[in-house]
């Protein structure tokens, strides 16, 4: 059974960075594209940032584009976001999973994000 667990999150203010980690338990992770979701207050949950199996190449939702940095270590089976240059709307808890919008996997408990002054 996989399990995933996040960290990294906490309070933080405006303009300030987190980095988020993913540890995978119970799969190997090289053969699925990796993304990280967030679920903000009232809003649908939204992949946030998907980076492929090899780690080249990555997206990201445009609210994000240019502050957060998605990247991986296969061997290690850790998925990171590098968050930077936060706003309020970035507050939500954030979940990794595998990518492409088809998250395969049970969610683990998140981490909570919360950008506030």
Same mark, same amino acid.
């Given at each position: 059974?996989?399990?995933?667990?996040?960290?990294?999150?906490?309070?933080?203010?405006?303009?300030?960075?987190?980095?988020?980690?993913?540890?995978?338990?119970?799969?190997?992770?090289?053969?699925?594209?990796?993304?990280?979701?967030?679920?903000?207050?009232?809003?649908?949950?939204?992949? *946030?940032?998907?980076?492929? $199996? =090899? /780690?080249?190449?990555?997206?990201?939702?445009?609210?994000?584009?240019?502050?957060? &940095?998605? #990247?991986?270590?296969?061997?290690?089976?850790?998925?990171?976001?590098?968050?930077?240059?936060?706003?309020?709307?970035?507050?939500? *808890?954030?979940?990794?999973? $595998? =990518? /492409?919008?088809?998250?395969?996997?049970?969610?683990?408990?998140?981490?909570?994000? &919360?950008? #506030?002054?």
């Amino acid at each position: 059974q996989v399990q995933l667990v996040e960290s990294g999150g906490g309070l933080v203010q405006p303009g300030g960075s987190l980095r988020l980690s993913c540890a995978v338990s119970g799969s190997f992770i090289s053969m699925y594209p990796m993304g990280w979701y967030r679920q903000a207050p009232a809003k649908q949950l939204e992949l *946030v940032a998907n980076i492929t $199996t =090899g /780690g080249v190449s990555a997206n990201y939702v445009d609210s994000v584009k240019g502050r957060f &940095t998605i #990247s991986r270590d296969n061997a290690k089976k850790m998925v990171y976001l590098q968050m930077n240059s936060l706003k309020p709307e970035d507050t939500g *808890v954030y979940y990794c999973n $595998t =990518g /492409g919008n088809r998250p395969l996997w049970a969610w683990g408990q998140g981490t909570q994000v &919360t950008v #506030s002054s």
